[in-house]
C-alpha cells in the first residue's frame, strides 16, 4: 500500500522511508492522510479507510492510468473556450452541455451520452445549424442491442 502511494506521489521518499522502516505499518499519521488526498483526487469519500473502491484504484495498472490521463487532456484541450462568441462546450462525464456567449454562460442542459460499451466520441467542429426539437429516430445499435433484448425480457417493456 505505501508503495504504490509513494509510486503514485501520494508520499514523498523520506515519507516513504520512514512508514517502510516500521515492524508494522498502520493507518494513521501520514499514512492516513496519503489515503484521504489519494481518496479525494479519485473522487472517492475521503474517510482514509481502505475499502473496495479505495482497492480498485490502488491496483488499477499504469498503463490504464495513462490512457485515462490521455483522455482527460483531451478532454480539457477540448474545453477551452477559443476566441468571443458563441461556443458550446458538451461535458460527457458530468450529462452537461453549455451555450456560451463571449465566454459567459448564458445556457446550460443536461445530455445523454454513450455507455461504457459504445461511448460518446469525442471530437471539436463547427456548427453551421441548429434545430430545435429535431425528429430522432432510435438507431439501429440501441435497437438491435439494448430495446429488442429488454423488450424480449419484459412484456410491459413498451407498455411501461
Known sequence: M????????????PQY?????????T?????NQAIKVFQGDY?????????????SQLIRPYSSLARITALNLQRERFSQLQGNGPQII???????????????????S?????????????FQSYINTVVINPY?????????????PAAKANPNFFKE
Open 2 to 13: 505505501a508503495t504504490v502511494l509513494w509510486n503514485l506521489g501520494y508520499l514523498t521518499q
Open 17 to 25: 522511508q520512514q512508514i517502510t522502516a516500521q515492524a508494522t505499518i
Open 27 to 31: 493507518n494513521t499519521g501520514v499514512m
Open 43 to 55: 473522487g472517492l469519500k475521503m474517510d482514509g479507510i481502505i475499502g473496495p473502491d479505495v482497492v
Open 90 to 108: 458538451v461535458n460527457i462525464p458530468d450529462f452537461k452541455m453549455t451555450l456560451y456567449d463571449n465566454k459567459k454562460p448564458v445556457f446550460e
Open 110 to 122: 443536461k445530455i445523454i451520452d454513450g455507455m461504457p460499451k459504445r461511448p460518446t466520441n469525442l
Open 136 to 148: 430522432w429516430y432510435v438507431p439501429e445499435t440501441i435497437k438491435v442491442k439494448n430495446i429488442i
